[in-house]
């Protein structure tokens, strides 16, 4: 029997040396065995990517032993029990099937949660597909794939990935796709990990629908998938499907709209080239758009594809222009493949007639891989494109045509309305390169509004725009970082240093009481300073169970400290508490200082709202360590204050213009503000995002589009009533950041 299938032209001195040991025995004996895995695993690593899936040790993978190979054809890649010996499933992508392979007992893959990840770590792990950009060609010779994913941790983790081989990045078809990726290096990006490949990488790709057959997508001739993998796929899916909100990029042309971004999923019924830098693709998904779709003229060009079907589907076809670096893919697409197109644009093009001026939806997919952009063939075994042959099997191939594909009913009146004195041109020709550049977070149901009708409604109401950001204050970013009070709803500056070391002073004028030194709660140490007028400073250590902890898990309370002396001690222990000595016990020394220090980090209470307790009153949170700012608050009775971005926007949708304030703590952003006035990358990342959303020397039809979420309210000023504005639910995409 052969103990080894080989591939077709993987012959070399190796399978020699397996056959000839098949023919002298029937049943190896250890040596031989040795040696047909040796000689397997040289065979194995001579192929591409899938040779290192399961290198005998080499990456940490299981050893192959082919001496027990039990070749049988199975209909899907599922592993049986096979004791002593373990089984694994081993793709042949050449002729698209599967083989059960018997291995000898080995260790199993380990997968990393992605909230346990550090810089340096090469691990496996498993996640749902968040955001993604379809394999590109990089600046150099390789391809790259942009992926985020999130697992049951809530923790997100970006990855770059390069291969110069296409084929050999994930094969992701839509955010919700569930990856496994296998020896991920990870490195630090702006303190947070990132994900990039490092030798042997690998990947696997399944369908994250529940209950869609748990097939993996790769290009590896050889991949381990055991019984935990299909688990970890499922438990994925289901968690996936609770706490994920499902895309919805992916349109059908019967609910597409003007002016907008999506994800199309299509059937290529011809294509031509245009010149240089753009190409036409002709499709359709069975379903006729709502509204006239614009024609390119090709009488010039030479259109591959049956144009006489085309001619019979006319009512039922779109024509989209592919830009620049799509340009190439574009090219290489068969006629009758089925398609994915990546953040297609449609706009409205105004087009003059003898008659009425009259409007035509055009679609782009522009340069650039921003937000995703891109083209992918599906393969036919997708459940999308099942869906998608059955709806181009029941289209309605006799709905009438339109005469010229233009509106002429009362639909345009509507939308011309829309081009009033505002700045911005919704029908101007351009080649728009953004999407917008903000997600919305939750009210996925709310409809859009113009600036316009909202600006004649009375408050309090909840809108959805679509607009660009004219301007914004204030302009020197660190400006904008507040305190706010979440019970009173004030507002305070952030205390400078020069006003922070000034009170901080003051409380040293006064000498530590012994008499409050060495309690259950803490033991206290007092030094005198030299040069200084003999100032005392008295350390008091917070003890864990009676002992004292180690410096970095310590929380420790200072008396008669300054601010340069309190910032090297912040670097050594878990917190600091400025504190001061009362009448029968520690007080917080004043609220206009931090009551919490935390590295770098202060953290302030509302005087207003606050009604402060001893310091004993720590005792209830020794035995709950770690010390957090919150826990501690609670039992000394502060209300912290929260640090937050106060920002004014000023938003124009080309129908009005509109003032909304932004009062966020880290969620438009996705950075904390109360790190930014510390950290110049951060203050350097806010200045980017700031001017990708308003770039200064530009029109404003150059700007990108914002979809936000507003809330109008009544505020009254004197005896005066107004009405304002405050963006909620939005946050920066992912590209911007």
């Known amino acids: 029997m052969d103990f080894v299938r080989r591939e077709r032209g993987s012959v070399g001195r190796q399978d020699d040396g397996i056959r000839e040991m098949q023919m002298n025995s029937r049943l190896p004996t250890a040596a031989h065995r040795s040696r047909l895995c040796y000689a397997f695993f040289r065979l194995r690593t001579r192929e591409s990517d899938g040779g290192r899936e399961n290198g005998a040790g080499l990456y940490g993978g299981p050893h192959v032993c082919p001496a027990r190979a039990a070749v049988k054809p199975a209909p899907m890649c599922t592993c049986a029990e096979d004791k002593p010996l373990a089984s694994v499933?081993?793709?042949?992508?050449?002729?698209?099937?599967?083989?059960?392979?018997?291995?000898?007992?080995?260790?199993h893959y380990t997968y990393t949660p992605l909230n346990q990840l550090k810089g340096g770590m090469v691990v496996n792990v498993y996640g749902v597909v968040k955001f993604f950009k379809p394999p590109y060609l990089s600046r150099g010779t390789d391809y790259c794939s942009v992926v985020t994913i999130v697992d049951q941790t809530?923790?997100?983790?970006?990855?770059?990935?390069?291969?110069?081989?296409?084929?050999?990045?994930?094969?992701?078809?839509?955010?919700?796709?569930?990856?496994?990726?296998?020896?991920?290096?990870?490195?630090?990006?702006?303190?947070?990990?990132?994900?990039?490949?490092?030798?042997?990488?690998?990947?696997?790709?399944?369908?994250?629908?529940?209950?869609?057959?748990?097939?993996?997508?790769?290009?590896?001739?050889?991949?381990?998938?055991a019984t935990e993998d299909h688990k970890m796929v499922e438990a994925l899916r289901v968690w996936a499907s609770t706490h994920l909100l499902p895309s919805s990029a992916l349109v059908q042309l019967c609910d597409v709209q003007p002016l907008q971004y999506f994800d199309l999923t299509c059937q290529l019924l011809g294509k031509a080239e245009v010149?240089?830098?753009?190409?036409?693709?002709?499709?359709?998904?069975?379903?006729?758009?709502?509204?006239?779709?614009?024609?390119?003229?090709?009488?010039?060009?030479?259109?591959?594809?049956?144009?006489?079907?085309?001619?019979?589907?006319?009512?039922?076809?779109?024509?989209?222009?592919?830009?620049?670096?799509?340009?190439?893919?574009?090219?290489?697409?068969?006629?009758?493949?089925?398609?994915?197109?990546?953040?297609?644009?449609?706009?409205?093009?105004?087009?003059?007639?003898?008659?009425?001026?009259?409007?035509s939806l055009e679609f782009?997919?522009?340069?650039?891989?921003?937000?995703?952009?891109?083209?992918?063939?599906?393969?036919?075994?997708?459940?999308?494109?099942?869906?998608?042959?059955?709806?181009?099997?029941?289209?309605?191939?006799?709905?009438?045509?339109?005469?010229?594909?233009?509106?002429?009913?009362?639909?345009?009146?509507?939308?011309?309305?829309?081009?009033?004195?505002g700045s911005v041109s919704l029908y101007e020709v351009e080649r728009c390169q953004q999407l917008s550049a903000t997600i919305l977070t939750d009210?996925?149901?709310?409809?859009?509004?113009?600036?316009?009708?909202?600006?004649?409604?009375?408050?309090?109401?909840?809108?959805?725009?679509?607009?660009?950001?004219?301007?914004?204050?204030?302009?020197?970013?660190?400006?904008?970082?507040?305190?706010?009070?979440?019970?009173?709803?004030?507002?305070?500056?952030?205390?400078?240093?020069?006003?922070?070391?000034?009170?901080?002073?003051?409380?040293?004028?006064k000498a530590p009481s012994t008499k409050l030194h060495n309690t259950s709660l803490y033991d206290s140490k007092t030094w005198t300073t030299k040069d200084q007028g003999g100032r005392k400073v008295a350390i008091h250590f917070v003890k864990h169970k009676g002992a004292l902890p180690l410096p970095h898990e310590c929380l420790i309370l200072i008396e008669g400290g300054t601010l340069s002396e309190i910032c090297k001690l912040s670097n050594k222990f878990f917190g600091i508490i400025p504190v001061r000595s009362?009448?029968?016990?520690?007080?917080?020394?004043?609220?206009?200082?931090?009551?919490?220090?935390?590295?770098?980090?202060?953290?302030?209470?509302?005087?207003?709202?606050?009604?402060?307790?001893?310091?004993?009153?720590?005792?209830?949170?020794?035995?709950?360590?770690?010390?957090?700012?919150?826990?501690?608050?609670?039992?000394?009775?502060?209300?912290?204050?929260?640090?937050?971005?106060?920002?004014?926007?000023?938003?124009?949708?080309?129908?009005?213009?509109?003032?909304?304030?932004?009062?966020?703590?880290?969620?438009?952003?996705?950075?904390?503000?109360?790190?930014?006035?510390?950290?110049?990358?951060?203050?350097?990342t806010m200045d980017t995002i700031m001017n990708a959303l308003c770039p200064s020397g530009s029109k404003i039809d150059a700007y990108p589009w914002l979809e936000?979420?507003?809330?109008?309210?009544?505020?009254?000023?004197?005896?005066?009533?107004?009405?304002?504005?405050?963006?909620?639910?939005?946050?920066?995409?992912?590209?911007?950041?």
């Open 89 to 107: 499933c081993v793709k042949t992508v050449r002729d698209f099937t599967t083989e059960s392979m018997s291995l000898v007992s080995g260790k």
């Open 154 to 225: 809530n923790v997100k983790l970006t990855c770059l990935l390069f291969s110069g081989n296409y084929d050999a990045l994930p094969k992701i078809y839509k955010i919700g796709d569930i990856v496994r990726f296998h020896r991920l290096k990870i490195q630090e990006y702006k303190k947070e990990p990132q994900g990039i490949t490092s030798p042997g990488f690998a990947s696997l790709t399944f369908e994250g629908t529940l209950g869609a057959p748990v097939v993996p997508r790769t290009s590896n001739k050889y991949f381990y998938f």
């Open 275 to 359: 010149d240089g830098a753009s190409f036409l693709l002709k499709v359709w998904d069975g379903t006729q758009t709502p509204f006239p779709s614009w024609r390119v003229l090709i009488e010039d060009l030479v259109l591959e594809g049956d144009s006489s079907h085309i001619q019979r589907l006319r009512s039922l076809v779109v024509d989209i222009l592919v830009y620049d670096n799509h340009v190439q893919a574009a090219k290489s697409l068969k006629v009758g493949s089925f398609l994915r197109i990546y953040s297609l644009h449609t706009k409205l093009q105004s087009v003059n007639s003898e008659s009425l001026p009259s409007l």
């Open 364 to 421: 782009h997919l522009h340069g650039g891989t921003s937000y995703g952009r891109g083209i992918r063939v599906l393969p036919e075994s997708n459940s999308d494109v099942d869906q998608l042959k059955k709806a181009l099997a029941s289209a309605d191939l006799t709905a009438n045509q339109h005469s010229v594909d233009v509106y002429q009913t009362g639909q345009e009146d509507s939308f011309l309305a829309l081009s009033s004195s």
């Open 443 to 509: 009210h996925q149901s709310l409809e859009m509004t113009p600036l316009c009708a909202i600006l004649k409604e009375k408050a309090p109401q909840q809108y959805r725009i679509h607009a660009k950001l004219r301007s914004y204050k204030p302009k020197r970013l660190f400006q904008s970082v507040k305190l706010h009070c979440p019970k009173c709803y004030s507002l305070q500056e952030v205390p400078r240093e020069d006003s922070l070391d000034k009170i901080l002073q003051g409380g040293a004028s």
């Open 582 to 684: 009362g009448c029968k016990d520690l007080e917080i020394l004043d609220l206009s200082a931090p009551f919490f220090i935390q590295g770098k980090i202060r953290h302030y209470g509302c005087k207003q709202c606050s009604s402060l307790r001893p310091i004993q009153n720590l005792t209830s949170l020794v035995d709950k360590t770690p010390w957090s700012p919150s826990s501690v608050a609670q039992v000394l009775g502060i209300v912290p204050l929260q640090y937050v971005f106060l920002m004014t926007f000023t938003l124009d949708d080309g129908t009005g213009v509109l003032d909304a304030f932004l009062m966020d703590s880290d969620k438009f952003f996705q950075i904390p503000p109360s790190e930014v006035l510390l950290d110049n990358d951060l203050q350097r």
């Open 708 to 737: 936000c979420f507003i809330r109008s309210y009544n505020v009254t000023n004197g005896t005066e009533q107004q009405i304002c504005y405050r963006i909620f639910d939005t946050t920066v995409a992912d590209d911007v950041i």
